[in-house]
């Protein structure tokens, strides 16, 4: 049962995230419950939905994002996002369940996705606290200094999104899919 109250629909949500909720149906057809239920602070729907749509136009790919994704989430143990991520992984990246595996261990069967994969397991893995060979291994697979910077914001929106999930206790409104780990 979650923990934070979840609207049942657009309209019982806040005023001022409706019309949040309602951009957010009309690019996904839907509006998941992790939405909505961030809904119930208008201020937090805006800030991740911002960040989101500022990420979507950065340089990494889609498919990159989603293999982030699913890292962080298997690393964080957070079943929402581990459904959600799996599925859009499926649907939207045209990952492959090898894919899907390999990223849920921390890697990639592309080797320069591999590079951004294993790098944010280590951002996760040791707080930020990297060392320069870690840095230097990922400019040597092809990532600049912004691509980078995009790797380690993907790595802290999704944290985010896998504290919030795991705190409210979200009901899985994707495929379930359970983190390894737990």
């Not at 990420?55 to 143990?77: D, F, H, M, P, Q």
């Not at 092809?142 to 995009?150: H, K, R, T, V």
Request: charged content about 20%; aromatic content about 6%; proline content about 4%.
């Amino acid at each position: 049962m979650p923990r934070i109250y979840t609207p049942e629909n657009i309209e019982t949500a806040p005023q001022a995230s409706q019309a949040m909720l309602m951009d957010v149906k009309k690019k996904l057809g839907v509006v998941p419950n992790l939405f909505r239920m961030v809904s119930t602070s208008p201020s937090a729907l805006e800030g991740y939905l911002s960040l989101s749509e500022a990420l979507g136009k950065g340089k990494l790919s889609a498919s990159t994002r989603e293999r982030i994704a699913l890292a962080v989430a298997e690393l964080n143990g957070c079943s929402y996002c581990l459904s959600a991520h799996t599925y859009l992984g499926k649907n939207l990246a045209k990952l492959d369940d090898a894919e899907i595996t390999a990223n849920r261990n921390g890697a990639s069967n592309d080797p320069k996705a591999d590079a951004a994969v294993r790098f944010a397991v280590k951002v996760v893995s040791e707080r930020g606290h990297l060392q320069t060979s870690d840095v230097d291994a990922i400019k040597q697979a092809g990532y600049d200094d912004g691509q980078i910077l995009e790797i380690v914001l993907h790595v802290a929106l999704n944290t985010w999104t896998n504290y919030i999930n795991e705190i409210a206790q979200t009901e899985i409104d994707f495929p379930v899919v359970r983190p390894n780990q737990k």
